[in-house]
């Protein structure tokens, strides 16, 4: 397995994937979603984000990873993180790849002192993961969405970089 920074070309292959069962209810993608939202997002990162895929042999793209640094003055050391990997995938350390990935470039290439995140309650195998890297559970947002015409609750989690602990 390769871990690569995404490029438009995975557009296609990464849009599969989000709609795919198993990852759409936790993605809060939906059937519908087009190509061209996929293609698009992937153009809005900026040089400050960072966004990886996880591709295994053949160029199947197995998952991917992406962070979104703050762009608030007050808030430019923290950003928001995601995570997604296909269903016959997981449970294979394609998230714990993506994961070291992620953190390896916004604690020493980014420097970040914080990073975020959002994670269904229910979505126990990434509660896991994130928690495995040091994230907790810092607030619960109840009925934060749908899932399978029912409200669910959402963990609000975040990481703090204990390397250079003061603001800059």
Same mark, same amino acid.
């Given at each position: 397995m390769e871990i690569r920074p995404v490029s438009t070309e995975d557009a296609e292959q990464i849009s599969r994937i989000r #709609? $795919?069962?198993?990852? #759409? =209810? =936790?993605v809060l993608a939906v059937t519908s979603e087009r190509l061209?939202?996929?293609v698009d997002f992937?153009?809005?990162?900026?040089d400050e984000d960072r966004a990886f895929v996880a591709v295994e042999k053949k160029g199947e793209i197995a998952g991917m990873a992406v962070l979104i640094k703050n762009r608030s003055f007050r808030r430019r050391h923290s950003a928001m993180l995601a995570v997604m990997v296909a269903p016959y995938y997981q449970e294979k350390g394609?998230?714990?790849? $993506?994961?070291?990935?992620l953190l390896d470039e916004a604690d020493q290439k980014l420097g970040l002192h914080r990073l975020e995140l959002l994670?269904? /309650?229910?979505? /126990? +195998? !990434?509660i896991n993961?994130?928690?495995?890297?040091?994230?907790?559970?810092? +607030?619960?947002r109840k009925? !934060? !969405?749908v899932k399978g015409g029912r409200?669910?609750?959402e963990y609000f989690m975040g990481r703090l970089n204990k390397k250079g602990d003061s603001a800059r």
């Open positions: #709609r $795919l069962n198993g990852v #759409r =209810e =936790e061209d939202v996929t992937i153009k809005s990162l900026s394609i998230g714990t790849a $993506l994961m070291k990935k994670v269904l /309650t229910d979505n /126990t +195998a !990434a993961l994130y928690k495995k890297f040091g994230f907790k559970i810092e +607030a619960t009925n !934060a !969405a409200f669910v609750d």
